[in-house]
């Protein structure tokens, strides 16, 4: 991909932290109920759900999670 650039500990940006600590726990709140659900469709215990949610978004935030 032509200009694609990986930067996984770019500390060149200003961090809001509260506003990252927001958003993280509002995606939380609202991934908890979701996981569930999907793991009980998919037949799976709900606790599987909790533990894919977790997983995903440790390794989402490690690569460097979304601009927006």
Known sequence: MPGFKLNLFDFSQK???KNEVLAGLT???TMMPESLSFAILAG???LV???AAFIMGLITSI???RPD
């Open 44 to 46: 799976f215990p709900p």
């Open 63 to 65: 690569f460097g999670g």
């Open 27 to 29: 995606v939380a709140m």
């Open 49 to 51: 759900g909790l533990y």
């Open 15 to 17: 961090i809001n932290y």
